[in-house]
């Protein structure tokens, strides 16, 4: 009875009391306000991994903001760019219409480096790289320009430097901001020392780096048989750096800073983005702000980096075998673990767990043991849950989801070129992408109404329906109520549904009806005004 009663509404298209404004769709966040320097903040990776770890699960448990939606979202349901995230593929028409369009393979093997050449060599190292678990120096080029320089660990050419091109091109086409980055390869004399060059001790202190020193810095960088070594050089991000921002909470001394970052959709996204390509380093010692003008006019840019930790690979070294599937301290499994005695054992506890992994780690060392058959959406964790991530809702699950599934093999084989991997590890990591976002999507695209892309082609209302163009099962039927809606038509990439003409503020609520489910899934409800010059999007209720 009370599904009947609730496909009888759906029919009847119930007015929601939600109302959009007759006006343009907000695609631009306004935070580029000149304000003063902000102060910089401190990297402290002990406090932040205890914070993390210990009061941050306890917050979630006892909290009462989980579940609040997103608060930076526009009229459909969508983020504008911003100084966090900007999106490459989006087109807007005049009414409100939007499409994504394809990047080029040479967009994508570019990513954030555009039209900016690489390193022009050669590189005269000024400091050995502190902080991170790597090798690596800053050095400038024969141009002047500055970089961080990247090395992979022995034995494991490729885990770090191609992880880190690749998914930042990945992370580039989604929309994030990332640094420009390159693979470049080293000859012995492609290498100078600067006379200041200095290097830190375990304090964090300066001092000398002398000839000597830099010689057995570099004794311990892989290379092959010609002595080449083959480094990750991430350009100097412009500005003036000051230091991470936090995950959670406001920056209070950037006015522009008016969301939570708890509550920011593109930071919640951003856990599914790093759900597809195994980003479990997301901790807030790898993001960056920087603050770009001259004091007193310019604003801050937010970063993230060092997306290396992705695919395999985290460290250093293949990550270990809990890895994705739990954190660093997760009470309620210890306590579990203390009540039963242990009895109750982890999908990734038990040796043939650990000899599967290693055998991965061993085939393919450039990317460890990432895998899709052994991936769980539902329980895909960082080392430490993320404060946005686990406010994640199903609209912003469906937003983040978007991103990964925007990708073409096209695009994909582009950005995976640029990691120069072994013919079969290339293959691999292109299989396992594609085979962990069809488990995503299966796991979270039923969630809200995956019907998305609306626009107007003479007298109807068009759509795309995400879970057919992605091959999830059958489309089944749509059903359309609203003043004025007609016949339903089915196309290549969704539905269309005939309008009557009817002037004013108009509302259609659409759903899909899948095959061997027993009632519509969730409904969208589309907002649009009719003029007469035509028919323009405002709004989008999921």
């Known amino acids: 009875m009370k599904r009947a009663l609730a496909i009888a509404l759906l029919l009847a298209g119930c007015t929601p009391e939600v109302r959009f404004a007759d006006r343009a769709i907000l695609w631009r966040e306004p935070d580029t306000a000149p304000i003063p320097l902000p102060k910089r903040r401190d990297n402290l990776p002990n406090w932040i991994g205890l914070r993390d770890a210990v009061f941050l699960p306890a917050d979630r448990e006892l909290a009462l903001d989980y579940g609040r939606e997103s608060a930076n979202v526009n009229a459909l349901d969508d983020v504008g760019d911003s100084t966090w995230f900007s999106d490459p593929r989006r087109v807007v028409d005049a009414r409100g219409q939007l499409r994504l369009r394809a990047l080029s393979p040479a967009e994508m093997a570019r990513g954030a480096m555009g039209d900016e050449d690489p390193p022009v060599l050669p590189l005269t190292v000024v400091r050995a790289k502190s902080g991170g678990a790597n090798l690596g120096f800053v050095a400038t080029d024969a141009r002047g320009r500055k970089y961080q320089i990247k090395i992979d660990p022995p034995g494991y050419i490729g885990m770090d430097t191609s992880t880190e091109v690749v998914v930042s091109r990945l992370a580039w086409a989604s929309g994030w901001n990332v640094p420009a980055e390159t693979l470049v390869d080293l000859a012995p004399g492609d290498l100078a020392l600067a006379p200041d060059a200095t290097r830190e001790d375990a304090y964090g202190h300066p001092l000398p780096l002398s000839p000597a020193d830099f010689a057995e810095y570099l004794r311990h960088c892989p290379t092959d048989a010609h002595g080449t070594l083959r480094v990750l050089a991430s350009r100097w991000i412009d500005g003036t750096i000051l230091g991470p921002f936090a995950w959670f909470g406001r920056r209070k001394d950037d006015p522009n800073d008016r969301v939570p970052h708890e509550d920011r959709r593109d930071l919640r996204g951003f856990g599914m983005f790093s759900m597809w390509v195994n980003n479990i380093d997301t901790l807030e010692t790898n993001t960056l702000d920087s603050y770009v003008g ?220 899948r095959p061997g489910m027993r009632h519509a899934g969730p409904p969208v409800r589309v907002h649009f005004v009719e003029h007469p010059d035509g028919r323009r999007l405002i709004g989008l209720e999921r």
């Not at 970063?303 to 954190?327: L, T």
């Not at 199903?394 to 070129?417: M, Q």
């Not at 892309?453 to 007298?459: C, I, Q, S, T, Y």
């Open 294 to 513: 001259a004091p007193g006019s310019g604003h801050l840019v937010h970063y993230q980096q060092d997306v290396g930790g992705s695919f395999g690979a985290r460290g250093g070294a293949p990550i270990a075998y809990w890895m994705a599937s739990d954190i660093y301290f997760a009470p309620s499994r210890m306590l579990a673990a203390i009540l039963t005695l242990g009895a109750i054992r982890q999908p990734w506890e038990g040796e043939a767990v650990r000899t599967r992994r290693a055998r991965l780690a061993g085939q393919f060392p450039e990317i460890g043991n990432f895998d899709a058959a052994h991936f769980d959406p539902h329980d895909w964790h960082p080392v430490l849950d993320n404060p946005a991530f686990e406010r994640q809702t199903a609209r912003d699950r469906y937003w983040g989801l978007k991103r990964v599934l925007a990708f073409s093999p096209e695009e994909l084989h582009a950005a995976i070129g640029t990691g120069r991997y072994r013919p079969k590890a290339a293959r691999r990591v292109y299989d396992v992408l594609l085979a962990r976002r069809e488990k995503m999507a299966r796991a979270f695209l039923g969630a809200v109404a995956p019907l998305d892309f609306f626009r107007f082609e003479r007298d109807r209302l068009c759509f795309d329906d995400l879970w057919t163009r992605e091959k999830l099962g059958g489309a089944g039927r749509y059903l359309a109520s609203g003043d004025g809606v007609g016949a339903i038509t089915e196309t290549a990439s969704g539905a269309c549904v005939a309008l009557a003409p009817r002037s004013g503020y108009r509302i259609v609520t659409l759903a899909a009806w």
